[in-house]
């Protein structure tokens, strides 16, 4: 009887110790100590960095063929591009420095740390329930994005109207492969965090779903994080 | 047993902890995340002057790799609390996990850029 009383205790007392190892969202912590619903996103990013990996290889591969083509001065290249446009600056300064306004293009990196800032404030307000500091900052981390990306379609389009298309030549398609793509990346980031503003306003985004928060958090960095490659990579290094 | 539902079901995060993911512990402060956003702004402000300067091959390239590699960890150690998932929760389990997939990851990329390298080269 004495046994049995004990067995039924220490069967209570871990599920207690389930129970407060769970994730309030996440479900049973996994053998790593994270909840699932973190670990399974963490694979997802790891499949994000091989995409963008690969993306910006694409990219380096390309231009370095595409420069020494233009270099030589391959006719099926050099006559992707109309006369007078950036071609010309292509094969004089043997690089595709020329194109890039790296002043526009660091102001677009700080619009996007700051956005990263004001997520992690976000996720911050939401852990300790402050739902006015939560819809500021979701608000304020939407907004910075949305103007990353008026900066990045400003600048295609400045693009566009210098020669450069996605079809023209392999340079252009690995850039706006590259570029475009972590546009659509942000695009969707800004989705997610409207969505969250959406269950703030009705009442649905509490301190026990601040996992969730963490999770478009993740999302969030991530971009920005392959954002600071792509800004050294591709703007900055010749 | 109800007790123990009523406790785990009523357990709210402490402002300084991160009660999510299956574990309790804390997390950057605020002050904290706007240090490391001032430094992000000054390093990319370096950057920016750096590219500017007019230098050629590696004394170009080599400070502005270390400089996006330094961003890179403060993103991801800090606003990504990697740093801190990583202290935390089963260390050596998730460390060789991890560690393995990025050496994976790296080692496919230099495949890769090996075998273009030589492509394009004519190598092969």
Known sequence: ????????????????????????????????????????FWLFL????????????????????FITEVVAGNPNVVGTMPEGTLMAEFAESQSVEPMFDIPFTSLSSFVLLMSSLGMVLAHSAVSRGDHRNTR????TTALLGSLFIGGQVYEFTAF?????????????????????FH???????????????FLSLRGKLNADRAETVELVGLYWHFVDVVWVLIFTIVYLIP | MADA?????????????????GHDHAHPTEAQYWKVFAVLVVLTAIEVAWSFLGLEGPALVLPLVVMMVVKFLLVAG???????????INGKLFTWAFG???????????????AFEFRISGAF
């Open chain 2, 5 to 21: 539902h009523a406790v785990a079901d009523h357990d709210t995060p402490a402002p300084t902890a991160h009660a999510s993911g």
């Open chain 1, 1 to 40: 009887m004495t046994d049995i009383a004990a067995a039924h205790e220490d069967g209570a007392a871990l599920h207690h110790d389930d129970h407060q190892t769970d994730g309030h969202h996440g479900g049973h912590r996994t053998s790593f100590g994270l909840s699932n619903m973190k670990l399974a």
């Open chain 1, 136 to 139: 500021i900052w979701l608000t």
């Open chain 2, 100 to 114: 393995s997939a990025l050496a994976l990851a790296g080692l496919v990329y230099l495949i890769v850029f090996a």
């Open chain 1, 183 to 197: 546009g659509v990346h942000v695009t969707g980031g800004i989705l997610m965090l409207v969505s969250l503003l």
């Open chain 2, 78 to 88: 800090v606003f990504m609390h990697l740093y801190f998932d990583m202290k935390a």
């Open chain 1, 46 to 65: 790891g499949s994000e960095c091989l995409l963008f990996g690969a993306l910006i290889s694409t990219y380096l591969l390309s231009k370095a063929r």
């Open chain 1, 160 to 180: 566009y109207r210098e020669g450069l298309t996605f079809t023209n030549n392999l340079f252009g398609s690995a850039f706006f492969t590259l570029t475009g």
